[in-house]
């Protein structure tokens, strides 16, 4: 069993406005430890996630609350990187590599969509961006992601003959939980109609610039460790990592015709379905949620994947406030991408520390009344989808 020993996280910012990503880093690795109550000489490895970074970063931050000596290994997954560090070290904490392991994750970004800066190169996400160009033609002067995730939006809205304004509640609800949380980046709250009257990004997809999260600095960590090491140091964690799946694509994510596929939904579903299965429960029994809403119409395509609401359903699921406080279950209560903000390398940890918070109880406004079951969902595009269901010890 791996328990949750302490979190740490700094107020997200718009680019520019931010610290460096290794004072970022150092503040909320500190500050995991000091939850935890442990000291730095205890751990035994770091994992460290960030995207957009030259090789050793995680070494720069870490090299800031510590030099030990200890393995430090940099991990990226696009934005399920954080994540995907938090997978890893589970597995290590479990085989019995060792007994405790800080994980951070972090990300200094800049304005503007997302790019890549090598183009001397294959670019990792070119068959991705073929299969677009054949199930979305006509989008191909729109930036990547934002051409992914219409498109996906798009396919749901002529599959289930649904409406954008469905994309819109979704990001009016967000707001509304983010003006709870004073670590989020945006905190004014927003109506439907501010959200569909906001400009176009992605013609013919009824994607607009409010259904898309901001580019966002940040960092959280996470301090992991073993029942053995949390006894014989006098921890009582009150959350533990309950199962744990990660996916990545297979053949389908081409091969169905299908953009939400390409934007994770097999892969999200596939690993959903091995943590209820490992965890012996259904979705019912999820009493919060934080999904990876890095758009609008992705949030509504990750109830589904995750069995939240059936599939088709999500307009009822949205419409009946089922997805909000009162509701079958409370997502994103942190405000999510969309509101919190999407630091692609910090992300992952930063979902984690708004469940460990609601799990403890410690959450504030944003509390989920009895909070026992949470469950994280993260992807990246590339890809890799993690799926970390938690429980209140």
């Known amino acids: 069993m791996t328990l949750i020993a302490g979190v740490g996280m700094v107020p997200f910012k718009k680019p520019g406005a931010s610290a460096t990503y290794i004072e970022m880093g150092c503040e909320a690795a ?6 935890a109550c442990v000291s730095y000489d205890s751990v ?5 996630g960030y995207v957009y ?3 050793t970063s995680g070494q720069a931050a870490m090299y800031r609350v510590g030099m030990t000596g200890i393995p430090i ?3 990226n997954n696009n934005c399920s990187t954080g994540s995907s560090a938090l997978f890893i070290a589970r597995q290590l ?8 392991i800080l994980v951070l994750g972090f990300e200094q970004m800049t304005s503007g969509a997302l790019q890549s800066y090598w183009n001397d190169r294959p670019n990792p996400m070119v068959r991705f961006e073929d299969t677009a160009d054949r199930l979305f033609p006509g989008s191909r002067d729109v930036p990547s992601a934002i051409r992914l995730f219409g498109g996906a939006g798009k396919a749901y809205l002529e599959k289930f003959d649904a409406n954008a304004a469905l994309f819109a509640k979704v990001r009016a609800k967000a707001s509304k939980h983010a003006s ?9 709250i927003m109506t439907e109609e501010e959200v569909m009257m906001a400009p176009e990004i992605c013609p013919g997809a009824g994607l607009t610039r409010l259904m898309a999260c901001p580019p966002t600095c940040g960092a959280a ?12 140091n006098g921890i009582k964690p009150a959350v533990t990592i309950r199962a744990q799946a990660m996916t990545t694509d297979t053949a389908s994510t081409f ?4 953009m939400m596929d390409l934007v994770g939904y097999s892969m999200s579903r596939a690993a959903a379905q091995q943590v209820y299965e490992s965890a012996g429960i259904g979705p019912d029994a999820v009493d919060v949620c934080e999904l990876h809403d890095c758009f609008a119409p992705n949030e509504v395509l990750a109830y589904e994947a995750l069995g939240l609401c059936a599939e088709g359903d999500a307009s009822r699921f949205v419409s009946d406030g089922d997805n909000t406080y009162g509701g079958r279950c409370v997502t994103n209560p942190s405000g999510g991408l969309l509101s919190k903000g999407h630091p692609l390398g910090a992300t992952g940890l930063a979902q984690c520390y708004e469940l460990v918070q609601q799990l403890r109880g410690s959450a504030e406004q944003r509390q989920v009344a009895n909070a026992r079951l949470a469950l994280q969902h993260n992807i990246g595009l590339g890809g890799a989808a993690v799926v970390t269901l938690y429980e209140r010890v």
Do not use: T
């Open 44 to 48: 035994q490895q770091a994992i460290v």
């Open 30 to 35: 500190r500050a995991a430890l000091q939850d």
């Open 180 to 188: 709870m949380n004073p670590l989020a980046v945006f905190r004014q």
């Open 93 to 100: 904490i479990e085989s019995g590599v060792a007994d405790c």
């Open 73 to 75: 290994v940099n991990v």
């Open 53 to 55: 970074g030259d090789s």
């Open 255 to 258: 091969e169905s015709g299908s």
């Open 221 to 232: 960590a996470a301090l992991l460790v073993s029942e053995d090491f949390a006894q014989k």
